[in-house]
């Protein structure tokens, strides 16, 4: 299994530019997540996904949209690109079937900076 | 709004002492905390998991406490070694939030031979 994976892994934007990050996960997880983490800032949720088709804000959602196009993947999307979203980007992923306690799963991070 | 802080943004000790962590809470009681380690350049990857209602959990040369009163886990790491540094995060589960978790922004531990 390949976990998480995204791509790409680094991007460089100038401000306005669109693009859109790719997150798949091989391991049939119902629940998908964005981050981005900032230094001193920790890890914050943008978006998430409890379930194919469903999608919802987190705690800094503003400036991105997101497609959970099947239960596989999870993209995000930065539909016009400014300097404050210059940040490392992470996709997780959950089980969440209600066994158990689930723990986060996360990919190595697409490096984006904005011009 | 939930609030969880880690004490520390850098801690340096010695090789083979052990290493205490802190993450503090405030608010609502989370159903669990767990722990993470990241490597630059990598995504973080779960070490431990420890619900409300345990006190104490090991794995190896790892221990987490959980004191619900305090709202505050500690995350120690007995017999440090260099390969050990690394930044830690702690992370909040309030449970049935969608499997959300809330991160600290991380203790980065520097273990010197």
């Known amino acids: 299994n390949a976990g998480v994976t995204q791509t790409p892994k680094f991007q460089v934007l100038k401000t306005g530019q669109s693009m859109t990050l790719q997150c798949a996960q091989d391991?049939?997880?119902?629940?998908m997540y964005w981050y981005r983490q900032d230094p001193g800032m920790g890890l914050r949720l943008i978006y998430y996904?409890?379930?194919?088709?469903?999608?919802d804000k987190g705690e800094v959602p503003n400036g991105y949209n997101v497609s959970r196009l099947n239960k596989r993947e999870f993209s995000l999307r930065l539909e016009s690109a400014a300097p404050s979203q210059t940040s490392v980007y992470f996709c997780?992923?959950?089980?969440?079937?209600?066994?158990?306690?689930?723990?986060?799963?996360f990919g190595p991070g697409t490096r984006l900076t904005v011009l | 709004s939930q609030k969880i802080e880690q004490n520390s943004e850098a801690l340096n000790i010695q090789e083979g002492k052990t290493a205490t962590l802190t993450c503090n809470y405030t608010?609502?009681?989370?159903?669990?905390l767990q722990w993470y380690r990241q490597d630059p350049g990598r995504g973080p990857v779960f070490l431990l998991l420890?619900?409300?209602?345990?006190k104490e959990k090991r794995k190896e040369r790892l221990k987490v406490t959980f004191d619900t009163t305090l709202k505050q886990s500690l995350f120690h790491i007995t017999a440090s070694q260099p390969a050990d540094s690394a930044t830690y995060l702690c992370?909040?589960?309030?449970?049935?939030?969608?499997?959300?978790?809330?991160f600290g922004q991380g203790t980065e531990l520097s273990v010197k031979p």
């Open positions: 997780a992923s959950i089980s969440q079937d209600g066994v158990g306690t689930d723990t986060q799963y």
């Open positions: 391991m049939n997880h119902n629940s």
């Open positions: 996904s409890a379930s194919e088709g469903t999608t």
């Open positions: 608010n609502y009681s989370p159903a669990y």
């Open positions: 420890i619900r409300e209602n345990e």
């Open positions: 992370a909040l589960d309030m449970l049935n939030q969608g499997g959300k978790l809330i």
